[in-house]
């Protein structure tokens, strides 16, 4: 089998199998100037194990930087990097056990990471350029290594320097991390040895910047670094972490903003009744603010409290709507008093339909932040196109009816008595469906 592959191989029959002169680089957004790049052996992809190669790169600002292979820290290959004390580094394999320090990995199948030439503190850079002969394998976890979409994550702690030569040295908690997916038959190198010495020549403090993100994937706007004719990495599948925390934050907001404070909108022109209309709105109040504390928990988990616009601007709208009730009943007063809508009738109806507006808005920023897919943005659009359309036509509906019906108002002017419930000269009215 291996001998049919080796000549198709050979006669170029398997295209995607082609070795690839450069190795593939990937820079997470979330960082500045951590790149990590690739390359893996045709000989080891053939056999299926082997050497493979990778290099971990960033500005010595940063305390310690790692690389895994797996989806989620639990289960994990982890391969972290600091600084030694005396200008190189220290490469350090750990097991991932959860969401808690990943200890080193002290058993017999511990990833044997080689430091290679090259590497070392230049200029304020760290490289490490890495051999591991033994990362098919490891104690809770495989790679294999054709794997088109091998799962990677990826960790780092700004800070000062370890300076220590112990692999089991203690690492605080990352700054944030990354998970992504590379396919390795584009990261394919001809011989077996450092792929990185020709490459290095770039400097990193000038370069990337941040080559992948969500969407697209690594590398693209970081040309001549990226091999291969397709892009070979892709977001990482558990790189939006959707939990049930950010899964009911997700579904009570839509459901706040794109149904209930619309219905309740909505409850005052078809039925006209306040009472509803406020115990309805109160209701979806309470659920905005606890789709709100639970967003908050998400992003303080993941270090995302204020760092994004959807985080600020959701912040702002929840606050900013402190001040809907009591606009509230300071136009019921009024509606109560006068019969007719005033100043703070309006400034009660624009500034929810602004906060609405901009909220729903925000909640397509949600979904770009945890890097939804296509789907879940078709559906969001759907729902709020929907919501909105709904409410668009019941205003309407009740601005033409209302139009129709309109008796004569009380105006500020008529003459008001605390014993006459109508102004002298002007026929009883009882309002009809409108506050
Ligand atoms: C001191 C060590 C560490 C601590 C205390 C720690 C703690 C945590 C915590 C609390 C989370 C959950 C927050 C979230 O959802 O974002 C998390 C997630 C994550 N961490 Fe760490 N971490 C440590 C080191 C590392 C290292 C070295 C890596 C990898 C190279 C890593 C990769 C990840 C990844 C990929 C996630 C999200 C995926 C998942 O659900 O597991 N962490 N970590
Ligand atoms: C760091 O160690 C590697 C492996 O021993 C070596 O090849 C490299 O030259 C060292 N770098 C420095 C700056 O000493
Ligand atoms: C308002 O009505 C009261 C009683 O009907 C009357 O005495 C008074 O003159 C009126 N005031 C004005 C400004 O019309």
């Not at 759907?382 to 009816?401: E, L, P, Q």
């Amino acid at each position: 089998m291996k001998a049919i592959r080796g000549s198709l191989l050979a006669s170029g029959l398997i295209a995607s199998n082609a070795v690839h002169a450069t190795t593939p680089k990937y820079c997470p957004t979330g960082a500045d100037n951590v790149c990590f790049r690739f390359g893996i052996p045709q000989s080891s992809a053939d056999s299926g194990s082997g050497n493979i190669y990778f290099q971990i790169r960033a500005p010595s600002t940063y305390s310690w930087v790692a690389l895994g292979t797996g989806d989620q820290m639990k289960g994990a290959n982890i391969f972290v990097m600091y600084q030694d004390g005396s200008g190189n580094l220290t490469l350090s394999p750990r097991l991932g056990t959860g969401h808690s320090e990943p200890k080193e990995d002290t058993s017999s199948s511990a990833a044997k990471l080689g430091l290679l030439a090259g590497s070392g503190v230049v200029n304020g850079v760290m490289t490490a350029n890495v051999v591991c002969p033994n990362c098919e394998s490891w104690n809770g976890g495989s790679l294999s290594l054709t794997d088109t979409a091998s799962k990677w994550i990826a960790a780092w702690k700004s800070g000062s320097s370890l300076a220590t030569t112990s692999k089991s040295a203690s690492i605080s908690q990352h700054d944030d991390h990354d998970q992504f997916q590379l396919d390795l038959t584009q990261a394919t190198v001809s011989s077996d040895s450092n792929p990185f010495l020709e490459a290095d020549t770039e400097d990193p403090g000038s370069g990337s910047g941040g080559g992948s993100t969500g969407g697209g994937g690594g590398g693209s706007d970081d040309p001549g670094v990226v091999a291969g004719p397709g892009n070979p990495f892709a977001p990482g599948v558990g790189r939006t972490r959707r939990n049930a925390a950010l899964v009911a934050h997700s579904v009570i907001m839509t459901a706040t903003f794109a149904a209930l404070y619309p219905l309740g909108a909505m409850l005052m022109p078809l039925t006209g009744s306040w009472i509803a209309h406020a115990i309805w709105q109160t209701v979806a109040f309470v659920m905005m603010w606890v789709g709100f504390g639970i967003g908050m928990r998400v992003a303080q988990d993941r270090n995302m409290l204020f760092n994004n616009t959807h985080t600020k601007l959701g912040t702002a709208v929840v606050f900013l709507l402190l001040i809907q009730p009591v606009l509230g009943v300071m136009h019921h007063k009024y509606f109560l008093k006068y019969r007719e809508r005033g100043v703070v009738s309006y400034a009660h109806i624009w500034w929810g339909r602004i906060l609405l507006t901009t909220a729903i808005v925000n909640g397509g920023l949600g979904l770009k932040l945890s890097n939804a897919n296509n789907s879940a943005v078709v559906a969001y659009s759907i729902i709020a196109a929907v919501c909105f359309g709904i409410y668009a036509i019941v205003k309407s509906w009740a601005v033409v009816r209302r139009g129709r019906q309109q008796g004569p108002h009380l105006r500020k002017s008529d003459n008001f008595t605390h014993q006459q419930r109508y102004p002298v000269g002007r026929q009883p009215y009882r309002p009809r469906n409108r506050v």
